[in-house]
T-cell receptor
Framework: NAGVTQTPKFQVLKTGQSMTLQCAQD?????MSWYRQDPGMGLRLIHYSVGAGITDQGEVPNGYNVSRSTTEDFPLRLLSAAPSQTSVYFC?????????????FGPGTRLTVL | DQQVKQNSPSLSVQEGRISILNCDYTNSMFDYFLWYKKYPAEGPTFLIS?????DKNEDGRFTVFLNKSAKHLSLHIVPSQPGDSAVYFC???????FGAGTRLTVKP
Protein backbone atom coordinates (compact mmCIF):
# COMPACT_ATOMS: atom_id res chain seq x y z
CA ASN A 1 0.00 0.00 0.00
CA ALA A 2 1.23 3.48 -0.88
CA GLY A 3 -0.92 4.97 1.90
CA VAL A 4 -1.71 8.66 1.38
CA THR A 5 0.05 10.32 -1.52
CA GLN A 6 0.20 14.02 -2.34
CA THR A 7 1.37 15.88 -5.43
CA PRO A 8 3.20 18.12 -6.01
CA LYS A 9 5.75 18.18 -3.16
CA PHE A 10 6.61 21.82 -3.83
CA GLN A 11 4.84 24.60 -5.70
CA VAL A 12 5.42 28.31 -6.24
CA LEU A 13 2.50 30.44 -7.42
CA LYS A 14 1.99 34.06 -8.18
CA THR A 15 -0.82 35.96 -6.49
CA GLY A 16 -4.09 35.34 -8.32
CA GLN A 17 -3.10 32.05 -9.91
CA SER A 18 -5.15 28.94 -9.32
CA MET A 19 -4.03 25.39 -8.77
CA THR A 20 -5.12 22.00 -7.47
CA LEU A 21 -3.30 20.01 -4.82
CA GLN A 22 -3.81 16.31 -5.39
CA CYS A 23 -4.42 13.73 -2.67
CA ALA A 24 -5.07 10.02 -3.05
CA GLN A 25 -5.30 7.08 -0.65
CA ASP A 26 -5.38 3.37 -1.34
CA UNK A 27 -6.65 2.17 2.04
CA UNK A 28 -10.36 2.43 1.19
CA UNK A 29 -10.80 5.01 3.95
CA UNK A 30 -14.13 6.80 4.08
CA UNK A 31 -12.88 9.90 5.81
CA MET A 32 -10.42 12.36 4.22
CA SER A 33 -9.29 15.82 5.23
CA TRP A 34 -7.02 18.71 4.37
CA TYR A 35 -4.92 20.64 6.88
CA ARG A 36 -2.51 23.51 6.64
CA GLN A 37 0.46 23.87 8.95
CA ASP A 38 1.81 27.29 9.79
CA PRO A 39 4.58 28.16 12.28
CA GLY A 40 3.25 28.40 15.84
CA MET A 41 -0.26 27.41 14.76
CA GLY A 42 -0.16 23.63 14.52
CA LEU A 43 -2.38 21.97 11.95
CA ARG A 44 -5.66 23.64 11.07
CA LEU A 45 -8.48 21.84 9.31
CA ILE A 46 -9.48 23.32 5.95
CA HIS A 47 -12.10 20.91 4.57
CA TYR A 48 -13.06 17.32 5.17
CA SER A 49 -15.15 14.57 3.62
CA VAL A 50 -16.93 11.64 5.26
CA GLY A 51 -17.42 9.82 1.96
CA ALA A 52 -17.72 10.20 -1.79
CA GLY A 53 -20.01 13.09 -2.66
CA ILE A 54 -19.97 14.58 0.86
CA THR A 55 -17.74 17.45 1.93
CA ASP A 56 -17.82 20.02 4.71
CA GLN A 57 -15.87 23.02 5.94
CA GLY A 58 -13.31 22.98 8.67
CA GLU A 59 -11.77 25.75 10.70
CA VAL A 60 -10.15 27.74 7.83
CA PRO A 61 -12.07 27.05 4.56
CA ASN A 62 -11.94 30.47 2.90
CA GLY A 63 -10.14 30.52 -0.44
CA TYR A 64 -10.26 26.75 -0.88
CA ASN A 65 -12.64 24.37 -2.64
CA VAL A 66 -12.88 20.60 -2.48
CA SER A 67 -14.84 17.81 -4.10
CA ARG A 68 -14.94 14.06 -3.53
CA SER A 69 -16.07 12.12 -6.58
CA THR A 70 -14.35 8.87 -5.59
CA THR A 71 -13.35 7.21 -2.32
CA GLU A 72 -9.68 7.40 -3.29
CA ASP A 73 -9.23 11.05 -4.32
CA PHE A 74 -9.74 14.34 -2.50
CA PRO A 75 -8.27 17.31 -4.41
CA LEU A 76 -7.92 20.76 -2.86
CA ARG A 77 -8.36 23.76 -5.17
CA LEU A 78 -6.99 27.22 -4.60
CA LEU A 79 -9.19 29.52 -6.65
CA SER A 80 -7.08 32.70 -6.56
CA ALA A 81 -3.89 32.25 -4.59
CA ALA A 82 -2.90 34.84 -1.99
CA PRO A 83 0.36 35.23 -0.01
CA SER A 84 -1.59 34.27 3.15
CA GLN A 85 -2.00 30.80 1.64
CA THR A 86 1.74 30.19 1.79
CA SER A 87 1.89 27.11 3.98
CA VAL A 88 2.52 23.39 4.13
CA TYR A 89 -0.58 21.41 3.23
CA PHE A 90 -1.29 17.92 4.51
CA CYS A 91 -3.93 15.50 3.36
CA UNK A 92 -5.09 12.78 5.75
CA UNK A 93 -7.45 9.83 5.79
CA UNK A 94 -8.99 7.59 8.40
CA UNK A 95 -11.18 4.54 8.56
CA UNK A 96 -14.76 5.03 9.58
CA UNK A 97 -15.85 7.59 12.15
CA UNK A 98 -13.10 10.18 12.33
CA UNK A 99 -13.64 11.05 15.97
CA UNK A 100 -12.29 7.76 17.30
CA UNK A 101 -9.74 6.73 14.73
CA UNK A 102 -6.18 7.78 13.99
CA UNK A 103 -5.54 9.72 10.82
CA UNK A 104 -2.93 8.74 8.24
CA PHE A 105 -1.15 11.71 6.73
CA GLY A 106 0.49 12.28 3.38
CA PRO A 107 4.01 13.75 3.11
CA GLY A 108 2.74 17.28 2.49
CA THR A 109 2.88 19.95 -0.22
CA ARG A 110 4.92 23.07 0.45
CA LEU A 111 3.24 26.01 -1.27
CA THR A 112 4.70 29.47 -1.67
CA VAL A 113 2.57 32.30 -3.04
CA LEU A 114 4.53 35.34 -4.21
CA ASP B 1 -9.52 30.63 19.92
CA GLN B 2 -7.03 27.96 20.79
CA GLN B 3 -9.00 25.09 22.23
CA VAL B 4 -5.92 22.87 22.34
CA LYS B 5 -2.73 24.38 23.72
CA GLN B 6 0.82 23.15 23.91
CA ASN B 7 2.54 25.88 25.85
CA SER B 8 6.10 24.64 25.45
CA PRO B 9 7.41 25.19 21.91
CA SER B 10 10.51 23.17 22.63
CA LEU B 11 11.98 20.67 25.07
CA SER B 12 15.50 19.30 25.33
CA VAL B 13 16.38 16.18 27.33
CA GLN B 14 19.33 13.86 27.72
CA GLU B 15 19.24 10.41 26.20
CA GLY B 16 17.92 7.85 28.69
CA ARG B 17 15.98 10.40 30.73
CA ILE B 18 12.24 11.00 30.77
CA SER B 19 10.57 13.41 28.32
CA ILE B 20 7.27 14.93 29.42
CA LEU B 21 5.20 16.82 26.87
CA ASN B 22 2.09 18.67 27.99
CA CYS B 23 -1.20 19.66 26.41
CA ASP B 24 -4.20 21.59 27.75
CA TYR B 25 -7.68 21.81 26.32
CA THR B 26 -10.65 24.01 27.06
CA ASN B 27 -13.74 22.01 26.15
CA SER B 28 -14.80 19.43 28.76
CA MET B 29 -16.90 17.67 26.10
CA PHE B 30 -13.79 16.45 24.26
CA ASP B 31 -13.51 12.72 24.78
CA TYR B 32 -10.76 11.32 22.55
CA PHE B 33 -7.20 12.56 22.46
CA LEU B 34 -4.23 11.59 20.33
CA TRP B 35 -0.53 12.32 20.04
CA TYR B 36 1.19 12.52 16.67
CA LYS B 37 4.87 12.67 15.92
CA LYS B 38 6.32 14.58 12.99
CA TYR B 39 9.78 14.43 11.46
CA PRO B 40 10.97 17.20 9.11
CA ALA B 41 9.65 16.97 5.53
CA GLU B 42 7.24 14.17 6.50
CA GLY B 43 3.59 14.03 7.46
CA PRO B 44 2.57 13.46 11.08
CA THR B 45 2.28 9.86 12.21
CA PHE B 46 0.03 8.54 14.94
CA LEU B 47 1.75 7.70 18.20
CA ILE B 48 -0.76 6.96 20.95
CA SER B 49 -4.31 7.82 21.96
CA UNK B 50 -6.53 7.89 25.01
CA UNK B 51 -10.26 7.92 25.55
CA UNK B 52 -11.82 10.00 28.30
CA UNK B 53 -13.00 6.85 30.06
CA UNK B 54 -9.35 6.14 30.92
CA ASP B 55 -6.73 8.15 32.73
CA LYS B 56 -3.69 6.33 31.38
CA ASN B 57 -2.65 4.43 28.27
CA GLU B 58 0.71 2.78 27.67
CA ASP B 59 2.46 1.59 24.55
CA GLY B 60 6.04 0.55 25.11
CA ARG B 61 8.12 3.57 26.04
CA PHE B 62 5.16 5.91 25.53
CA THR B 63 2.49 6.65 28.13
CA VAL B 64 -0.28 9.20 27.89
CA PHE B 65 -1.97 10.51 31.04
CA LEU B 66 -5.31 12.28 31.06
CA ASN B 67 -6.50 14.52 33.89
CA LYS B 68 -10.09 15.40 33.00
CA SER B 69 -10.69 17.71 35.93
CA ALA B 70 -7.68 19.81 34.93
CA LYS B 71 -8.37 19.37 31.19
CA HIS B 72 -4.77 18.32 30.79
CA LEU B 73 -2.97 15.49 29.09
CA SER B 74 0.69 14.60 29.01
CA LEU B 75 2.92 12.28 27.03
CA HIS B 76 5.77 10.55 28.84
CA ILE B 77 8.63 8.97 26.92
CA VAL B 78 10.87 6.72 28.98
CA PRO B 79 13.69 6.25 28.25
CA SER B 80 14.14 8.98 25.66
CA GLN B 81 16.22 8.13 22.59
CA PRO B 82 17.83 10.39 19.96
CA GLY B 83 15.41 8.97 17.37
CA ASP B 84 12.55 10.47 19.39
CA SER B 85 13.70 13.95 18.34
CA ALA B 86 10.71 15.32 16.43
CA VAL B 87 7.76 17.67 16.77
CA TYR B 88 4.92 16.23 18.85
CA PHE B 89 1.34 17.37 18.36
CA CYS B 90 -1.55 16.65 20.67
CA UNK B 91 -4.92 16.46 18.95
CA UNK B 92 -8.57 16.25 19.83
CA UNK B 93 -10.43 14.08 17.39
CA UNK B 94 -13.89 15.31 18.24
CA UNK B 95 -13.37 18.42 16.16
CA UNK B 96 -10.00 17.60 14.63
CA UNK B 97 -8.06 20.32 16.41
CA PHE B 98 -4.33 20.16 16.91
CA GLY B 99 -2.04 21.94 19.30
CA ALA B 100 0.82 24.06 17.98
CA GLY B 101 3.36 21.32 18.67
CA THR B 102 6.40 20.84 20.90
CA ARG B 103 9.80 20.23 19.34
CA LEU B 104 11.60 17.55 21.35
CA THR B 105 15.37 17.23 21.10
CA VAL B 106 17.01 14.23 22.73
CA LYS B 107 20.74 14.72 23.14
CA PRO B 108 23.08 11.70 23.03
Amino acid sequence: NAGVTQTPKFQVLKTGQSMTLQCAQDMNHEYMSWYRQDPGMGLRLIHYSVGAGITDQGEVPNGYNVSRSTTEDFPLRLLSAAPSQTSVYFCASSYGESSYNEQFFGPGTRLTVL
Amino acid sequence: DQQVKQNSPSLSVQEGRISILNCDYTNSMFDYFLWYKKYPAEGPTFLISISSIKDKNEDGRFTVFLNKSAKHLSLHIVPSQPGDSAVYFCAVNNDMRFGAGTRLTVKP
